[in-house]
């Protein structure tokens, strides 16, 4: 008779901090000085993280020792929401055309973006302050904007697109998860059972 063995999956949500690269390690020569996850977390060396954050973008990641569970947060089915501080003033015209769809260059080509949820972000007091830019060189503002895909850099794309260039991005929630009172560099495990279909 063959026994079954019970694989128990670690799950975990991080703070992925501003100036870190969404990997544990680095194999590029070229990326040599960059800080990665693993100078902030002890994990075991199953675990991955789940998708990535660029180096300039922060808040959660979600990371697991589970295929599974990342193939599923990875998926059309689970929202990411982000909260975005752009270069320029934010109006109802740029919020509508973002919920539309908008043209972003992919892979060289062109690609229209599936339509979204947007809105202009006037309560922004969940968000760390982190020193962006001096007020002098212009206005800023901030608006939420949760997709389904995740094409590379799709949101700061997005934004360039209506000519609002991103200045600082923090993805807030995947899914159900949230950052709740994370900290930049804070970790805490999380279980799925509810999560998988």
């Not at 799950?11 to 990326?31: D, M, T, W």
């Not at 998708?51 to 929202?79: C, N, P």
């Not at 309560?123 to 995740?150: A, C, K, M, P, Q």
């Amino acid at each position: 008779m063959l026994h079954h063995i019970l694989v128990m999956h670690k799950h975990y949500k991080i703070y992925k901090p501003y100036g870190y690269l969404s990997q544990f390690v680095n194999n590029q020569n070229k990326r040599r000085n960059k800080k990665l996850l693993s100078d902030l977390f002890n994990f075991s060396k199953e675990t991955m993280a789940i998708g990535r954050l660029d180096e300039k973008s922060e808040g959660l990641l979600l990371l697991t020792t589970d295929g599974k569970f990342s193939e599923y947060i990875r998926s059309a089915k689970v929202e990411k929401e982000y909260h975005v501080m752009v270069d320029g003033i934010i109006t109802l015209k740029h919020i509508e055309k973002l919920k539309n769809g908008v043209e972003i260059s992919l892979n060289g080509k062109p690609y229209i973006t599936k339509s979204c949820e947007a809105e202009i972000l006037k309560d922004t007091s969940h968000i760390i302050n982190r020193f962006v830019r001096d007020e002098r060189h212009g206005t800023t503002s901030w608006l939420s904007i949760t997709i389904t895909e995740g094409k590379f850099r799709q949101v700061r794309k997005m934004t360039a697109s209506i000519g609002l260039p991103t200045l600082r991005l923090v993805r807030i929630r995947i899914g159900e998860y949230t950052l709740d009172s994370l900290k930049p560099g804070d970790s805490e495990e999380i279980n799925s059972h509810h999560s998988l279909p």
